[in-house]
Every structure is written in C-alpha cells, then in structure tokens.
C-alpha cells in the first residue's frame, strides 16, 4: 500500500535550519510530484512548494523563495524539504503530499496521499 | 494568488442532517482543479473530492462535490458523528496552490 512516512519531530533554535524527509513507498516514485504542506498549531493548511523525482524540477510559493529547498533521492525514494532562518513563526508541523500530473504538467487528482506530518519547534 | 474563502467558521449539526459547506474564489477555478479535504484532530488531512465532484477511493457516497466558477459546495447527505472535523478547499490548478481557511463542522 502506498505510505509516506516522515522523520520524527525536530526543536530547533531561531536562525538555524531543519531538513525534514519523507520517505515513500508502495509506488512508482518517479511518478508522482511531492509537495509541500505546513500547519501551524491551531490554524489552516499552507502550501510551500513541490519537487518532482523525475525531473528534480521544483517550485516554491513565493513567501519561501530563497529560504527552502526541496530535493529527494530516487535510489531511496525519499523527499526531502530544508527550510533556513527558522523564526518562531515557522513552528508547525510539516506535511508530505502525494499528486498525479498529467503529460502537461497539471494535477488531476489533488493531494491523494499524505505523510504523518513532523512537528518542527522554533524556540530559544 | 487565488484566495478560497470559506464561510462559515464552524457548522453546528444533528446526526442525520445535511451539511452544505461553501468555499467561494477570488477568480475563476477549472473545475478540474478543486479538491475537498477532511481533517480530524491529530490527524492528516485527507482527500474527500478532487475535480470538483469525484470521490476519492474509499470515500462514502454521504460525501459529494459540485458547483463551478468561483463558487463549490461539498454537501455531506447524512451526518454521522465521525463526520466531525475540519473541511479545507483546495485549488491545485494554478501555482501557488491555494487552500481555504477551513469549515469546522460539529456535530451535536
């Protein structure tokens, strides 16, 4: 079956950088996009970006340019997002997403398939 | 960037009642493009509908998608009480991908 499963909850201090992975398995890995999806305590979902394994194509909402990184290793079939400067504000958990593109790059299906989600805590 | 806005806050409901949460965009979404998650306390949010009005696999057929534009609606037929939880829209046709705020619905 598939499963996307995450590393486990990290604490961080302000100014430094986490890397979350999500390893996936019982699918193709190169076939599917791996986006991003991160939710602080007690408020909605955010989208931050994607990466496709086959390409390493990636792309970031604007509010991330230049502070994450987003790559993944197809002979582990992990992803892997690392976002810098943490500041308290980016205390949430973090959220792996599985989506289908088609042959003009659009997604057909939504996020059909997601990890566990890690708690990333920012603080001093 | 398109904002998905979703009113009300919160939906307070019987068992058994239907349930019609709204999500409305700020400009035109392809119907192909938008999605209906459910998320429960500590858990993932999971995908309820994609393209507007398709089941995803396991979904009950309680749970259903329609609407076009800038206007959607996921209605739940018959409330159960393991439907509470928190109801996100999502478009994923246009970057950046754009949740709304979320509809919390409770059940009485």
């Known amino acids: 079956q598939v499963q996307l499963v995450q590393s486990g909850a990290e604490v961080k201090k302000p100014g430094a950088s986490v890397k979350v992975s999500c390893k996936a398995s019982g699918y193709t890995f190169s076939g599917y996009d791996i986006n991003w999806v991160r939710q602080a305590t007690g408020q909605g979902l955010e989208w931050m970006g994607w990466?496709?394994?086959?390409?390493?194509?990636?792309g970031y909402a604007q509010r991330f340019q230049g502070r994450v990184t987003m790559t993944m290793s197809t002979s582990t079939s992990t992803a892997y997002m690392e976002l810098s400067s943490l500041t308290s504000e980016d205390t949430a958990v973090y959220y792996c997403v599985r989506y289908f593109s088609d042959s003009s790059g659009y997604y057909t299906k939504g996020g059909d398939y997601w990890g566990q989600g890690t708690l990333v805590t920012v603080s001093s | 960037e398109i904002v998905l806005t979703q009113p009300p806050g919160t939906l307070s409901l019987s068992p058994g009642e239907r349930a019609a949460l709204s999500c409305r965009a700020s400009?035109?979404?392809?119907?192909?493009?938008l999605g209906w998650y459910q998320q429960k306390p500590g858990q993932a949010p999971r995908l309820l509908i994609y393209g507007a009005s398709r089941r995803a696999t396991g979904i009950p057929d309680r749970f259903s998608g329609s609407g076009s534009g800038t206007d959607f609606t996921l209605t739940i037929s018959r409330l159960e009480p393991e439907d509470s939880a928190v109801y996100y829209c999502q478009q994923y046709g246009i970057s950046p991908l754009t949740f709304g705020g979320g509809t919390k619905v409770e059940i009485k």
């Open positions: 400009q035109i979404v392809s119907s192909d493009y």
């Open positions: 990466v496709n394994p086959k390409s390493a194509n990636t």
